[in-house]
């Protein structure tokens, strides 16, 4: 059949920042989320994925919003619940760009078991944890994450227990494969861990440590104003850094991602704030690489092999 000009399909299409802005974001002002959102849509457009292929999933708290402000496909879970979403839908969509949102509350809280099993579990995704060490959805509760003595809502005397810490719990689970932390104040090396966390084959997480003007405006203060007490991890093999990120973190040493015993007393560091990649293993297994099997046969394949297995169990 000749085609006529209103038939006509382009073979490709090139997209724009606005191809993945959706929804005004409803954020306060100044707010860390921000920043987040404009690394992954400044990525998807670098890397060009089609918004149609791209899934953002999350569980419940501010950061939890990300998908409402992204033109893609999303799912806006249930409290902790983001992970087994996010497996479940890569599970069966093995070509799909998978970005997950949560925050310090809905991951390391009501959410810990899903977090530890998909981290075990490795498959392939962006795990983004917005870390501004308080629950401020539901306005100022302690989260996993206060400091000892922090006032919220919750604990008007002080948070009573010492805070939990993430990067230490993932770098001790067993098959984590990419591990890495960064900061929502400085665009360059958010977007470049977000990127490498992409480019990783594997679950990548990525702890941000997320300002909340609103609650918590006081949290990364002295790391903003005194940037030498970031401590800037390079390696090549870890997140790319060019002389403008180098510029503001003077403060700088040479980590190698395959080293977990250095990234553990990294992450125990408290008298610098630790950024950069902590541990790479491009070894691990996906699970993923399972779950795929069979995508991609018919219905009545399908239905021959339920057979088989139901045949299993007649008595
Ligand atoms: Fe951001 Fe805090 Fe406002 Fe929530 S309460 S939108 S985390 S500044």
């Known amino acids: 059949m000749m085609k006529t000009d209103w038939m006509f399909e382009p073979d490709s299409r090139h997209f724009v920042l606005e191809d993945y802005e959706a929804a005004l974001a409803r954020w306060c002002p100044g707010c860390g989320d921000h920043a987040v ?77 899903h977090w530890i099993h998909a981290l075990r579990y490795n498959m392939n995704m962006v795990v983004m944890m917005f ?3 308080v629950y401020g959805l ?3 509760q302690t989260s996993p ?12 005397q002080g948070a009573f227990l010492s805070p939990l810490n993430p990067i230490s719990v993932c770098l001790s689970i067993t ?13 360059v090396h958010l977007y470049e861990t977000i990127r ?13 440590f997320q300002r909340c003007p609103h609650f918590t405006d006081h949290a990364f203060k002295e790391f903003k104003d005194e940037p030498e007490k970031v401590l800037l991890m390079t390696h090549e093999r870890g997140i790319p850094v060019n002389d403008t990120v180098k510029r503001v973190f003077t403060n700088s040493m040479q980590h190698d991602p395959a080293d977990i015993d250095q ?50 169990f007649a008595i």
């Open 37 to 113: 959102l404009n690394a992954v849509q400044k990525l998807c457009r670098d890397e060009q994925l089609p918004p149609e292929q791209t899934v953002m999933v999350s569980g419940i708290g501010c950061s939890s919003r990300f998908p409402h402000y992204m033109k893609t496909y999303g799912f806006h879970g249930l409290h902790g619940r983001a992970l087994p979403v996010a497996c479940g839908v890569r599970s069966r969509r093995p070509e799909l760009n998978i970005f997950v949102s949560t925050g310090d509350g809905d991951c390391c809280s009501i959410g810990t078991a």
């Open 131 to 133: 870390d501004n060490r």
């Open 138 to 140: 539901t306005k100022n």
């Open 145 to 156: 994450t206060s400091p000892k003595g922090e006032s919220s809502n919750t604990h008007p």
């Open 175 to 187: 098959n984590a494969s990419f591990v890495a932390q960064t900061v929502d104040w400085n665009p």
């Open 196 to 208: 490498a966390g992409f480019e990783h084959q594997g679950l990548a997480f990525i702890r941000i």
């Open 263 to 312: 990234a553990h007393k990294l992450a125990r560091r408290d008298d610098v704030l630790p950024i950069g990649l902590f541990l790479r293993n491009d070894q691990s297994e996906r699970y993923d690489e399972y779950t795929k099997r069979g995508v991609n046969m018919s219905n009545g394949e399908k239905l021959s092999a339920l057979n088989r297995e139901l045949d299993r």
